[in-house]
């Protein structure tokens, strides 16, 4: 039986190429904002299996529906790909809007624990799993003006850590991605000399198919940045 793997944020960038690259091997569970971006990558991926439903993933009511959902159709979760994230304002430690921190700290770090939260259960039943969790090279290097965005990786990074040696003797597996500059609409100004999304996506997908162990840290940067630690 195909296994199932649910993407957060399928319907731009390193989630959109993922879903694409995973549509014949695998069952699909995806999730967006975009009612008329999820259409279209769902008519892209033809035949596949796929669930989907289109929410802001900050909303827990509707985020715990979407993992029952998923759940009940095709009973189990092998794979959680939390992908869903933004920045939403760059500031001055000093300057940030507390409520955009709230914010990206509910996007970034809270809704990603939730996700978690949701299929774990199903995991740890059958004593099979993975968790990937799109991070960012700012947990690796802090830079200036990034400091909300930072924090709430920070955060998220802190917890998938202490996860993985939470759940590693009940096989599940934990996987943090520390992509660096990504060419998508996630920035305000396309750069393409940064990461192709679906290069990211490649590297996602050799994780999850690893046979043996599990990959724990994976970081991808571009050549142009100079943040290397």
């Known amino acids: 039986m195909k296994k199932t793997v649910i993407i957060t944020g399928a319907t731009d960038g390193i989630g959109y190429e993922l879903a694409l690259l995973l549509k014949e091997e695998y069952r699909l569970a995806l999730c967006g904002r975009s009612q008329e971006k999820m259409k279209a990558l769902v008519e892209k991926l033809g035949e596949a299996e796929v669930?989907?439903?289109c929410f802001d993933i900050t909303e827990e009511e509707k985020r715990n529906h979407f993992c029952q959902n998923v759940l009940a159709h095709f009973e189990t979760v092998d794979i959680l790909v939390n992908n869903a994230g933004a920045n939403v304002k760059k500031d001055k430690v000093v300057d940030i809007d507390l409520s955009q921190l709230r914010y990206m700290f509910e996007l970034n770090c809270i809704s990603a624990l939730g996700m978690i939260q949701g299929v774990y259960s199903s995991m740890k039943e059958r004593q099979a799993g993975l968790i990937i969790n799109i991070l960012s090279s700012c947990c690796l290097f802090n830079n200036p003006m990034t400091g909300a965005y930072s924090a709430?990786?920070?955060?998220?990074?802190?917890?998938?850590?202490?996860?993985l040696k939470e759940v590693k003797s009940e096989n599940i597996g934990v996987c943090n991605v520390y992509?660096?500059?990504?060419d998508t609409a996630f920035r305000a100004n396309r750069n393409t000399a940064y990461l192709k999304p679906v290069t990211v996506a490649k590297m996602i997908k050799n994780c999850m198919e690893n046979e043996e162990g599990c990959v724990h840290d994976l970081v991808l940067r571009p050549f142009v940045e100079d943040n290397i630690c």
Request: overall charge negative.
């Open 152 to 163: 709430s990786k920070d955060a998220m990074e802190g917890l998938s850590k202490i996860l």
């Open 179 to 182: 992509p660096g500059g990504v």
């Open 51 to 53: 669930y989907y439903e």
